[in-house]
């Protein structure tokens, strides 16, 4: 933690709850240098930058109750009129107006002589140092108030730092409204309970001309000293009706914030800085270009800690997977185990039977196929159910010949009966869809010579075939008379004086059917 004021840097190195080092760098040239040198030769861990300085201003003023954008537009307004040359100012939202739009009050604050730190930011870029931001000190002590129990409606809070000064910081209702950095003799060269009332004095008659305490209430001054000072403010401290005075031992309060010792002084810087290092809170006055290191910082302790937490989830699941896997192992034994017992006593039991032509196995093969076989064997029955209504209906034409087959392929023939037995048992097989193929020969009876009729009659069986539901398609092979271009007619109807009866092919295909059962 580096604490900067108008003369001079504070390095402090915290091991945990308690102050390591603290190394004292003056602002000049030589302060400088040996500030990089130190840079130089500390890790580089996360670092916050405290601010105590005279070029600190505030100012009370209220803006519209906008969104983020519009209220980051609105204060950059406000910060180039009020604070013109520094990059470094503040908002602190205090809440918002009782009456007319209810505008945000917002208390403005700025750094108004930007080089005191930019001087220090300097080397801490240049190294690569990890800025978490630049804190202002008044600001900060808004915290130490619940710590010490200040909650009345006007608190001065009163401490002796170091490296600046005596610095007064006045509180209306827990909110900061303006704090002064004062001089301060050296130790003893001066009486210090009078040189402390005389600049109390100074700063209660600026906040009685700014309206800023409250009449209802005293104004509630609280000292941090320590020692020799504690004890000389006790002789002089005197409570009255505008006033009312609460000493507290520094160290005391260092302890409350969390230190294991305090310094044994009457400075508050260590106190101040051990508060900000423990509970970081958000920048106050760093540009983004200043804490571009902090910001990889947290990415890389981001990354690092999600690649831990794969690493421990990975183990995690291995482990699960391991165990699972012993299990699995287990169980597989003890299923071989289970087999090789009821083996055993599978051939004991089959030892006693009697004898056969054929292994068991090879008897239940042949069972379950010709279950399948009869199970999705195709039937002709709806086909010759649908034929015979058909020729119910068409009583010249007599039947002579069936020929029936099922075939996957609605376009096969129906060929000799043991290319047909083939056929089938490739349907049987492909566990598919079938069609039922049949070619009928038929012949008109009676018949009176008339040709042309006899066509109409089989071109009228072949349309009524081809109306039913389930045929897929209907064709004639052979008329009673040959009607081609390229055929010959010769002969006669008639033979012996009897007439021959013509005959006729058509084939018949039903629409394919579901191989599976049922």
Not at 44 to 53: E, F, N, S, T, Y
Not at 80 to 99: D, S, V
Not at 310 to 336: C, H, P, R, Y
Request: charged share 25%; glycine share 6%.
């Amino acid at each position: 933690m580096l604490l900067v004021s108008g003369d001079r840097a504070i390095l402090y190195l915290f091991d945990g709850p308690r102050l390591a080092q603290a190394y004292i760098f003056s602002a000049d040239d030589t302060g400088y240098a040996l500030f990089d040198r130190c840079l130089k030769e500390l890790n580089h861990a996360p670092l916050c930058v405290l601010v105590d300085v005279v070029e600190e201003e505030y100012r009370q003023d209220t803006i519209p109750h906008v969104g983020i954008a519009d209220r980051r537009a609105v204060l950059a307004r406000k910060y180039a009129r009020l604070f013109r040359g520094t990059p470094y100012h503040h908002a602190l939202a205090q809440g918002r107006e009782g009456e007319g739009r209810k505008d945000d009050r917002v208390l403005l604050t700025a750094i108004t002589r930007p080089e005191v730190v930019s001087a220090w930011l300097t080397p801490l870029i240049a190294h690569k140092v990890p800025v978490a931001g630049i804190y202002s000190l008044p600001v900060l002590s808004e915290r130490l108030l619940k710590r010490i129990g200040a909650t009345g409606p006007n608190v001065l809070l009163i401490s002796l730092q170091k490296a600046s000064g005596l610095r007064q910081t006045f509180f209306r209702d827990g909110q900061l409204k303006i704090s002064r950095l004062a001089h301060m003799p050296r130790l003893g060269s001066v009486p210090f309970a009078d040189h402390l009332f005389g600049e109390v004095e100074k700063l209660r008659r600026y906040l009685n001309s700014l309206a800023l305490i409250s009449r209802d209430s005293p104004l509630s001054i609280y000292i941090l000293s320590h020692g020799q000072l504690l004890t000389e403010l006790e002789q002089h401290c005197h409570d009255s009706d505008n006033e009312k005075f609460v000493l507290l031992d520094v160290d005391q309060v260092a302890t409350r914030v969390g230190l294991d010792e305090g310094s044994g002084t009457h400075y508050s810087d260590v106190m101040f800085a051990h508060l900000l290092a423990s509970e970081v809170p958000l920048n106050h006055y760093a540009r983004p270009e200043e804490t571009q290191y902090y910001t990889l910082h947290r990415l890389r302790l981001a990354l690092a800690t999600a690649s831990l937490l794969m690493v421990l989830g990975s183990g995690g699941w291995s482990g699960i997977n391991f165990i699972e896997g012993v299990n699995f192992k287990q169980q597989a034994l003890d299923a071989t185990q289970k087999s090789r017992f009821y083996g055993q006593r599978y051939e004991l039991a089959r030892a006693k039977l009697p004898p056969t032509p054929v292994e068991p196995e090879q008897i239940k093969t042949a069972v379950d196929a010709v279950a399948s076989l009869r199970q999705y064997k195709p039937d002709p029955a709806i086909l010759l159910g649908l034929l015979g209504g058909v020729l119910e209906r068409t009583p010249v034409v007599t039947l002579d010949e069936l020929a029936w087959a099922a075939a996957a392929d609605p376009d096969a023939e129906v060929v000799a009966s043991d290319q047909r037995r083939a056929e089938q048992e490739r349907v049987l097989a492909s566990d598919g869809q079938y069609y039922q193929i049949a070619e009928l020969s038929a012949h008109l009876e009676p018949f009176d010579g008339d040709f042309r009729k006899a066509i109409e009659v089989v071109d009228s069986l072949a349309d009524e075939l081809k109306a039913q539901a389930r045929v897929k398609s209907v064709k004639v092979l052979q008329y009673p008379l040959d009607v081609r271009p390229e055929a010959s007619v010769s002969g006669s109807a008639t033979s012996a004086g009897v007439r021959v009866a013509p005959a006729f092919k058509i084939k018949l295909v039903l629409g394919a059917h579901d191989g599976q059962p049922g």
